[in-house]
């Protein structure tokens, strides 16, 4: 049903209460909804934003993030090795989480940039049975072949109907001048095209999917794709605007509109609420490492040491540095919106579904092995050095335990020709860079420079027993110094880039307007990058799913260990 008051949703009996209407959340309702005698309740902090220009336009990317209507506006703790800095760390508010403030990228194997097959098995090789890359290939391709009667192709896009939850479409960049030079340096540089960058190998260069529908020209979320098509099923029930704030055995307390309240049910409260809010939920309830539980007055019911660590930046979520160089005016970026006229042009192209606002701007994708980025070898062994100094730290055996796993699998990668360390993403113009803005009348291309498996951890954990207060998010960035170095490196590919054949010659002399000639004299470019570095904001890892005896907080069936009717999903 739409969403309903309070009292609607206090009403009822409920079989399942799901805690956060975000892409993991709305995605399990709609399916488990589909059972009509299967009464579905979602609580979200947010409210349902449909219509709104900042979240729909593909063109407006970014805009949505940094408002507090949608957006969680986490702060990271002061983070000693990025020279003090808080760091920015954006997290969806509203229906459709952070699908609804995200670069709109499809992510379904086969169709868009996705982690290696190794990576997915080694979900499995960490004691979770039946999580591999066949298995995960076969449960994609039964919601692809389920939820539509066949992929429509249609102008390079695909979509569904009825219900398909996300439609997707490759962006018209891809014929882009300056994308066809980017790959073709790569390819000077040795570093391959990558025809299929969904199955199972990355390492290479490609275009991706982006969730804009292509009918509209809208952006395509969890709240267009799972919400609206199943809101007038009568089981379905929604309440936004509710935080909450405790777990109970047979339910939830939560805050509405000042008062509190609690929903009980009937068999499972699911909690689905990013990286950060599961955390606090979970220690607030007394499950948790009892030392930091003790530390905020809380009980604990369940010894589990893991809630809230292990945070850490993988595939699709990694610290990353801008590069923005000036090209030829000729060529057609966002910087063009600049001028009223062209804005004025471009807004009338979009009513026709055209135009700059019409697609993803940010459509090509570079993923480079380490021995691209330098001596892979020594680095590796600097690794090894500071990783055993940091589990020699670590005095709860479980967690020093799970650690040492999967430091293995990651040194065990690291010098492979196989797995990409390094990735150099492009955007079609001068991104938003706070410390430098662009000039009227010029044209941008930008690289942005990213690594993709640190070795630093950090941590999410509460400040106090108060559930209103924000978490203290503590990723501790290039706490291992192996990860600054690679991203330092990552960062001289993406200039290189800007001086090879034929790329080169899209762009101005004396082009490169960030970093600046000073910043790459001497130690400048480390300077550079920690002033200057961002996150790809899709932190993980702090309810993993590991054995227990590995300082694991759910197990394969996603149920946390200890409870009979707690689990915890999140979008991968």
């Known amino acids: 049903m739409p969403i309903v008051s309070s009292r609607e949703f206090l ?42 220009s900042d979240i729909d336009v593909p063109g407006f990317i970014g805009r949505a993030v940094a408002n507090s209507a949608y957006d969680w506006r986490f702060l990271s703790e002061d983070q000693p090795h990025v020279n003090g800095r808080k760091m920015q760390l954006p997290q969806g508010k509203g229906l459709g989480g952070s699908s609804q403030v995200n670069e709109i990228l499809f992510e379904l194997m086969h169709t868009e940039i996705m982690p290696s097959k190794d990576e997915y098995d080694a979900i499995e090789e960490l004691g979770n049975k039946g999580w591999n890359w066949h298995s995960l290939l076969e449960a994609t391709t039964r919601v692809r072949d389920h939820h539509i009667l066949s992929i429509r192709l249609l102008r390079n896009s695909f979509f569904a109907e009825p219900g398909f939850p996300c439609c997707a479409t490759q962006p018209a960049l891809n014929k882009n001048p300056i994308c066809a030079k980017l790959f073709d340096a790569l390819e000077n540089l040795r570093v391959p095209r990558n025809s299929e960058p969904g199955g199972g190998f990355t390492v290479g260069s490609a275009f991706v999917y982006n969730t804009v529908d292509p009918r509209t020209a809208t952006r395509s979320s969890a709240a267009t794709g799972y919400y609206a098509p199943n809101a007038k099923r009568a089981n379905f029930m929604v309440l936004t605007g509710a935080q909450a704030t405790k777990r109970r055995a047979i339910g939830v307390e939560f805050m509405k509109d000042g008062s509190s309240l609690w929903a009980a049910v009937t068999k499972d409260v699911i909690l689905s609420a990013g990286t950060s809010n599961p955390c606090e939920l979970c220690i607030l309830s007394g499950i948790g490492n009892p030392k930091i539980l003790e530390r905020h007055g809380v009980k604990t019911l369940v010894d589990l040491p893991g809630v809230g660590e292990n945070l850490r930046k993988c595939q699709k979520d990694h610290v990353m540095a801008f590069t ?18 062209e804005a004025e042009r471009h807004a009338e192209l979009y009513k026709e579904q055209k135009g700059l606002l019409s697609t993803l701007q940010a459509p090509a994708y570079v993923f480079v092995p380490a021995s691209k980025l330098g001596d892979a070898q020594a680095w590796r062994d600097t690794a090894n050095v500071q990783c055993d100094a940091y589990l020699a730290s670590i005095d709860n055996p479980q967690l020093r335990a799970g650690l040492t796993r999967q430091y293995e699998i990651q040194k065990r990668w690291f010098c492979d020709e196989n797995h990409a360390q390094g990735e150099v993403s492009f955007y079609n113009g001068h991104f938003p860079v706070l410390t430098i803005q662009p000039k009227p009348g010029k044209r941008y291309m930008t690289l942005n420079a990213s690594i993709l498996h640190p070795f630093s951890r950090g941590s999410v954990h509460i400040r106090s027993s108060n559930p209103l207060e924000p978490p203290a998010i503590d990723p501790q960035y290039f706490s291992n110094s192996v990860d600054l170095e690679l991203l330092i490196h990552t960062v001289k590919l993406a200039l290189k880039l800007y001086e090879t054949e034929p790329l080169t010659a899209l762009v101005k002399k004396d082009g490169l307007v960030f970093p600046t000639k000073d910043d790459l004299e001497g130690d400048g470019l480390k300077a550079f990058v920690k002033d200057t570095c961002s996150t790809v904001y899709h932190p993980l ?29 999140r979008r991968h």
């Open 324 to 341: 923005v160089a000036e090209i030829d005016a000729s060529l057609e970026t966002v910087d063009v919106l600049l001028d009223v006229a």
């Open 541 to 569: 890892g702090t309810a993993a799913m590991m054995l227990r005896e590995l300082g694991g907080v759910v197990d394969n069936t996603l149920r946390v260990y200890g409870t009979d009717n707690l689990r915890v999903v």
């Open 11 to 52: 009403k009822r009996p409920l079989d399942y209460l799901i805690v956060g209407g975000g892409t993991a959340g709305l995605c399990l309702a709609a399916r488990l909804s589909e059972d009509r005698d299967t009464i579905v309740g979602v609580l979200e902090a947010g409210e349902y934003n449909p219509n709104v």
